[in-house]
């Protein structure tokens, strides 16, 4: 394997890092230096990331050569079948994503001065329930609303898409099973509320007029249950699986909170939610939440969790100040 490291041409050794740290420091470093690292992971050859970024070849090595020099490490390996960024790159680029997307909704809004900037917000769907359209009522009656871009997903999902600065914050669970997501030193969590996952069953539903229900009788039922590695999907296992019984299989998969609740009422499909959500389906008499000693999964905390480098960020500010009159 050729490495970065290695000669780009007969008779042409390429210049060591230390060689040329001193010429080709950091600040003197362009964003299409940076953009040369990423393009490489996505297009997998040094010469497609020299096309999509409209340079020569031999230009796209400099710039490389530039950037292995200013980072003191070989950042791209190359063989016969193309180019991959190394582990040095993939941990440099880790930090390069959040300055390319920082650097292009800059740019979005020096173009449209007359316009407010973009908050990017990922939440969890059940924080759509509640305290999300509060916070921005709120912000609304205080002539503050401003311009959002709102993306629901997964709190995993949403991480990721906070740490590579896709995202300005984001509200949803958080606990110790999503450490991995995203560097803590990187964030800012700051608790909002504490919500429980219930087990539920169409209003109409046998089991629901019952005063207390054993797991086992739970594995005898059919069950829609959102995709794995998601938190209600965790919980679903958690419920069996604590109380020594078999978990059934699932049924339905389905994605979407609140259309899964819509088939729970329709059918005698059980389901496990958040107690937010719940509770406006039961009110409607739609759906109602099994009781049982045994179906306690405890509680989750739900958290407002932002990047430090986006504190400043006077949406951002705002947004805290409105949720915290919103979930207290």
Known sequence: MRSSSAADGPGRPRPTAAA?????????????????????????????????????QPAATLLLRELEAAFGTALVERDRRGARVTPSGLRALERLTVTLSS???????????????????????????RALPRALAALERAGHAGRIQLREGRARELLGALREGT????????????????????????????????????????????RSVDVADLSRWRWIVPPPESRTHAAFLQL???????????????AALHTMLHIVAAT??????PDTVVGHY????LVAALRGRALDLGRNQVSLVTRRDSDALQAVARLREALAVATN
């Open 282 to 285: 039961a009110r409607q008499h």
């Open 20 to 56: 040329v740290a001193p010429v080709h420091r950091g600040d003197r470093l362009r964003l299409r230096h940076l953009r040369l690292l990423d393009l490489v992971r996505r297009r997998g050859s040094l010469g497609a990331a020299a096309r999509a970024l409209g340079v020569s």
């Open 103 to 129: 650097f292009e909704h800059a740019v979005e809004a020096a173009r449209m001065p007359s316009l407010e900037p973009v908050l990017r917000v990922g939440a969890v769907q059940m924080a759509g329930m």
């Open 240 to 254: 069996f699986l604590h109380n020594g019984v078999p978990v059934p299989p699932v049924a339905v998969e389905c």
């Open 268 to 273: 005698r499909f059980l389901a496990v939610a």
């Open 167 to 210: 995202l300005d914050c984001m509200i949803g669970w958080m606990d110790e099973s999503l450490a991995d997501a995203a560097p803590a030193e990187q964030l800012r969590i700051e608790p909002l509320w504490y919500s429980r996952m219930l087990v539920v069953a169409a209003a109409k539903h046998p089991l629901a007029q019952a």
